[in-house]
C-alpha cells in the first residue's frame, strides 16, 4: 500500500525493496529521487511503537556507499499511516 502510494506522487524514479545476500539488512521501502539526489529508506510495521529508525539507519549503510552523494531520509510506516 505504501509503495504504491509512493509511485503515485511520482516524486522518485524507482520504488523497491532492499535486501542484502542471506537476507541480511531488509528494507522494506527504498524510494530514489535522482534529481533531487534523495532517497527515502522506509520501514514498515503495523504499530507505530515498533519503528525504530536506528536500526533502519544501520540497515542502510550499504546503501549510504552506493550512493554517496545522495542525502538519505529515514521514515517509518505504521497503520496510523494509511489515512494519511
Same mark, same amino acid.
Given at each position: 500500500?505504501?509503495?504504491?502510494?509512493?509511485?503515485?506522487?511520482?516524486?522518485?524514479?524507482?520504488?523497491? @525493496?532492499?535486501?542484502? *545476500?542471506? /537476507?541480511? !539488512?531488509?528494507? %522494506?521501502?527504498? &524510494?530514489?529521487?535522482?534529481?533531487?539526489?534523495?532517497?527515502?529508506?522506509?520501514?514498515?510495521? @503495523?504499530?507505530?511503537? *515498533?519503528? /525504530?529508525? !536506528?536500526?533502519? %539507519?544501520?540497515? &542502510?549503510?550499504?546503501?549510504?556507499?552506493?550512493?554517496?552523494?545522495?542525502?538519505?531520509?529515514?521514515?517509518?510506516?505504521?497503520?496510523?499511516?494509511?489515512?494519511?
Amino acid at each position: 500500500m505504501f509503495i504504491e502510494q509512493l509511485i503515485a506522487s511520482h516524486e522518485f524514479t524507482q520504488i523497491g @525493496r532492499y535486501w542484502e *545476500k542471506n /537476507n541480511q !539488512n531488509e528494507i %522494506d521501502i527504498v &524510494a530514489v529521487n535522482e534529481s533531487d539526489k534523495t532517497i527515502l529508506v522506509a520501514e514498515v510495521k @503495523r504499530q507505530v511503537s *515498533k519503528i /525504530n529508525l !536506528n536500526l533502519l %539507519d544501520k540497515k &542502510a549503510q550499504k546503501i549510504r556507499q552506493q550512493y554517496p552523494d545522495y542525502e538519505i531520509k529515514l521514515q517509518g510506516f505504521s497503520l496510523l499511516d494509511l489515512d494519511a
